[in-house]
């Protein structure tokens, strides 16, 4: 058998402890979709490595995603990079001028 190591894969299993998720609490069978019911509150939960545990709650999707991904609320602190400005010259892919 092509089994892979017990380290390796306890690796990757500890790599997921302490990752969050919103679970919409509405009634049925299990999570649905977060897009369905934006307005509906989210249990947040913490996987410990066995199980889902409870960690917090949001009144709503918006407030889930801020406790989700807080990096992304932050602004960006390095400015965009500028294209260099194109040299003189017609250059393999620019259009021609008419006439020419």
Do not use: C
């Not at 913490?46 to 949001?58: C, D, I, S």
């Not at 294209?83 to 250059?91: E, I």
Request: no cysteine; hydrophobic share 30%; aromatic share 6%.
């Amino acid at each position: 058998m092509d089994d892979e190591p017990l380290s390796e894969w306890a690796e990757r299993r500890d790599a997921k402890i302490g990752r969050l998720r919103a679970v919409p609490l509405t009634p049925g069978d299990g999570p649905k979709g977060t897009h369905l019911n934006p307005e509906s509150p989210r249990a947040i939960q913490r996987w410990n490595g066995y199980v889902w545990e409870p960690h917090g709650f949001a009144a709503n999707l918006a407030e889930a995603k801020r406790i989700l991904y807080p990096d992304a609320q932050k602004p960006a602190t390095m400015p965009s990079p500028q294209q260099p400005p194109l040299r003189a010259g017609r250059g393999r892919h620019r259009k021609t001028r008419q006439g020419e």
